[in-house]
T-cell receptor, first 113, second 114 residues
Framework: DQQVKQNSPSLSVQEGRISILNCDYTNSMFDYFLWYKKYPAEGPTFLISISSIKDKNEDGRFTVFLNKSAKHLSLHIVPSQPGDSAVYFCAAIPPNTGNQFYFGTGTSLTVIP | ETGVTQSPTHLIKTRGQQVTLRCSSQSGHNTVSWYQQALGQGPQFIFQYYREEENGRGNFPPRFSGLQFPNYSSELNVNALELDDSALYLC?????????????FGQGTRLTVV
């Protein structure tokens, strides 16, 4: 069963506007969440993370929001740049499992110049 | 500081054969995880090694096995290859911590089973 879901396979945004990528999860035991970005022919690269004790974490143009009651997290990119075009995966980690990630299926973001 | 490197980058095997994929972890990282990413899907956790011992396993059959060496590099072995094993295999290394932390991924090995 898919415990982490990204229901939007793709998203197109104009350069300079906000990109919002969404992720839902079903396991309330997850206590750490991450976003990874993946370019073709490369491995995923870490973008930003958030612990379940927080509801927001910001790093430059990237902000992750966590709504535990809704089991929902989102990644906001402001302003979006053409170099942000990639596939974005959200991932979740249950407690006491090291780094055994549960990944979503990914959202392909295209930023249009 | 060297990153995570995987070899080979591409591989074609015949159904029923065996394959070994290799991963060198990032310097200072003692935990290595392996993931399978089928086309159009997110990476699926196969197993994790910590200090040469298996430390968790996903929903994969026993023909998927692994090793971790004293220098923390790792191998993924798949026996009796099936067509559905065609995928990108990703290795990730991380320092072992009580809570979550980001893992660093290699570029992956693209396995095609024909």
């Amino acid at each position: 069963d898919q415990q982490v879901k990204q229901n939007s396979p793709s998203l197109s945004v104009q350069e300079g506007r906000i990109s919002i990528l969404n992720c839902d999860y079903t396991n309330s035991m997850f206590d750490y969440f991450l976003w990874y970005k993946k370019y073709p022919a490369e491995g995923p690269t870490f973008l930003i993370s958030i612990s379940s004790i927080k509801d927001k974490n910001e790093d430059g143009r990237f902000t992750v929001f966590l709504n535990k009651s809704a089991k929902h997290l989102s990644l906001h990119i402001v302003p979006s740049q053409p170099g942000d075009s990639a596939v974005y995966f959200c991932a979740a980690i249950p407690p006491n499992t090291g780094n055994q990630f549960y990944f979503g299926t990914g959202t392909s973001l295209t930023v249009i110049p | 500081e060297t990153g995570v490197t995987q070899s080979p980058t591409h591989l074609i095997k015949t159904r029923g054969q065996q394959v070994t994929l290799r991963c060198s972890s990032q310097s200072g990282h003692n935990t290595v995880s392996w993931y399978q990413q089928a086309l159009g899907q997110g990476p699926q956790f196969i197993f994790q090694y910590y200090r040469e011992e298996e430390n968790g396993r996903g929903n994969f059959p026993p023909r998927f096995s692994g090793l971790q060496f004293p220098n923390y590099s790792s191998e993924l072995n798949v026996n009796a290859l099936e067509l559905d094993d065609s995928a990108l295999y990703l290795c990730a290394s991380s320092p072992k911590t009580p809570g979550g932390t980001e893992a660093f991924f290699g570029q992956g090995t693209r396995l095609t089973v024909v």
